[in-house]
């Protein structure tokens, strides 16, 4: 049995993450870890491994057996930013003294799209982003979501059934509430927001490629 972020009951290559998963600690809440790091590994050159956090039986080890043996530290995003992302991270990076970087990105989906509270459903209880992904939802999938609700009041509640496959959708694409009954794709400057980067970071390359980019992206 570990404490904090270390591996828990780890068994023939299997790691079980754990939870909360924030990492050595937030800035506000700082983990009593302590870690020995081998002579090898102390100090400059630092090395810095990320992959997501659910990969096969095995993986982490073996990056590990790479790396010194060192623990990687599993951290989710929607600790610190209004999007989850489960990743792992294999590095020798001090972990004392930690601080936030600023400006503070938002926390919250309201925080970040301030505009969408005016049209955003009770029913919608949403108040993070789910992963960041790398191709997002067709225009298909939109009028679907507007046809599915085009018969409800703005403060009518549909359904269940059209509320599950309404929600499923909205989760899954991370779509916000734009207008009465109606949804839309996070554009690449938001999602460079949500990410931290600068405004137009990915700017000079397709709209897909940026979609690609940023949900490929080191956070």
Known sequence: MGHGNQIIGEDAGAIHLPNPMNGFGTPAD?????????????????????????????????????????KPEFVDSKYFCAAARKRGY??????????PLVPLPPQTIFDAFPMTRRWWPTWDDRTKLNCLQTCIASATITERIM??????????????SVRRYVLYECCKWNLVWVGKNKV??????????LLGFPRDHTRGISRTDRYKSLGNSFQ
């Open 30 to 70: 700082l983990c009593q870890i302590h870690r020995s790091l081998p002579e090898a590994a102390t100090g400059p050159p630092y090395f810095y491994y990320e992959n997501v956090a659910l990969t096969p039986k095995g993986f982490w080890s073996t990056i590990s057996g790479f790396l010194y043996d060192m």
């Open 90 to 99: 294999v590095h020798n990076l001090p972990i004392k003294n930690r601080f």
């Open 147 to 160: 046809k599915a609700l085009k018969d409800y009041d703005e403060d009518e509640i549909p359904p269940e």
């Open 184 to 193: 839309a794709l996070l554009e690449p400057d938001e999602v460079e927001m």
